[in-house]
């Protein structure tokens, strides 16, 4: 099989894609019916990146096609390295989680900044982190480090800003901190 047949594979994707920003619902279930058709590698990707603005979004259908299930997951603990960022420096969080459920879970992770606006409203603003499994009764900690560099295209305003985990689309650790700007 050649480049012909991978970028045919590329444009279906991302006409999946393009597809789940009206109609996400239709897209699932294309990729479910495909995937039940025709098991195997080449069908796990199309689904992973036709459904990759649904993943973004943490849409339930998408998650649930992947393998990303709810389960048990318990927050032991969130911490942040300050409740006061200036632009410029780095805010460093940790969360450590707990797997409670009798089976290993795949974890789909996002961490939410919500940005406060210029008109004071906060909009959060996701952020990918690696997946991962964790067996049942295992904890894991999750460490990340976000840098707030001021760039052409993006406006910090000052204020109260928060950032949260997000573990398989469910929120949980949330922390605020105040971004100041010098």
Known sequence: EGNDAEAARLAVANHINDISKD??????ETLARWRSEDPGQRTEWLCRHGLRSLIKQEDPGALELLGYEPGRIGLISATE????????????????????????????????????????????????????????????????????LAYKNQRFYPGVHSVELHVNGQAMGRMEFNLEIS
């Open 23 to 28: 109609n996400p619902r239709l897209a699932v």
């Open 81 to 148: 390295s300050s409740n006061r960022v200036r632009l410029g420096e780095t805010l460093e969080m940790s969360w450590l989680l707990h797997n409670q459920d009798d089976a290993p879970r795949r974890l789909l992770l996002n961490y939410v900044i919500g940005f406060v606006k210029a008109n004071g409203k906060v909009k959060g603003k996701v952020f990918r982190l690696p997946e991962k499994r964790i067996e049942p009764g295992q904890r894991l900690e999750i460490i990340k480090e976000h840098k707030f």
